[in-house]
T-cell receptor
Framework: NAGVTQTPKFQVLKTGQSMTLQCAQD?????MSWYRQDPGMGLRLIHY???????DQGEVPNGYNVSRSTTEDFPLRLLSAAPSQTSVYFC?????????????????FGPGTRLTVL | KNQVEQSPQSLIILEGKNCTLQ??????????LRWYKQDTGRGPVSLTI?????NTKSNGRYTATLDADTKQSSLHITASQLSDSASYIC??????????????FGAGTQVVVTP
């Protein structure tokens, strides 16, 4: 299994440009999500999906769109890039695990995309 | 205000020494707490996950503790190695046994292990 893959690894955009960050997983996980990571801050949820055809907004959704046409893929679109969107973006997929102490959501992260908007 | 606070922000330790990282949270109701290790330029990788009924869990040289009454957790690294140099992130999920709340991420503690 490749796990969670993201492309590209690095990207530089000019203000106003649009682009799509790709995310794919081969673990057949229903739940996928996008985060951004900024210095000195915890990861923040942008959008998430609980299954193909279902998406919802997270904590910081403005300026981003997502779609989930298949279980495997969850692309993130920047509609009109702004310098405030300079960040490292992580995609994650997860499944529910159940043990004697309860159930929880086991999450796997991709390697990240470092985006710079000039 | 972040509902998950980690301390210290960073620390430097000598190879072979032990260290302890702290996590305080205000998330309520509480579902589970996890510690992730994030190497530079990589995505976070799960070390441990603890539910409210667990107060300690180990993964090799990593031992996490949880006190759900005081809303505190710690991650203890034993006999540190150079490969332990990374950021360690505390993450708390709110919710109940019937429904999950969202994940709340701490800002992380940057650990540098020196020879």
């Amino acid at each position: 299994n490749a796990g969670v893959t993201q492309t590209p690894k690095f990207q530089v955009l000019k203000t106003g440009q649009s682009m799509t960050l790709q995310c794919a997983q081969d673990m057949n996980h229903e739940y996928m999500s996008w985060y951004r990571q900024d210095p000195g801050m915890g990861l923040r949820l942008i959008h998430y999906s609980v299954g193909a055809g279902i998406t919802d907004q997270g904590e910081v959704p403005n300026g981003y769109n997502v779609s989930r046409s298949t279980t495997e893929d969850f692309p993130l679109r920047l509609l009109s890039a702004a310098p405030s969107q300079t960040s490292v973006y992580f995609c994650a997929s997860s499944y529910t695990s159940t043990s004697g102490s309860g159930s929880y959501n086991e999450q796997f992260f991709g390697p990240g995309t470092r985006l710079t908007v000039l | 205000k972040n509902q998950v606070e980690q301390s210290p922000q960073s620390l430097i330790i000598l190879e072979g020494k032990n260290c302890t990282l702290q996590c305080n949270y205000t998330v309520s109701p509480f579902s589970n707490l996890r510690w992730y290790k994030q190497d530079t330029g990589r995505g976070p990788v799960s070390l441990t996950i603890m539910t409210f009924s667990e107060n300690t869990k180990s993964n090799g040289r990593y031992t996490a503790t949880l006190d759900a009454d005081t809303k505190q957790s710690s991650l203890h690294i034993t006999a540190s190695q150079l490969s332990d140099s990374a950021s360690y992130i505390c993450v708390v999920r709110g919710g109940t046994t019937d429904s999950w709340g969202k994940l709340q991420f701490g800002a992380g503690t940057q650990v540098v292990v020196t020879p």
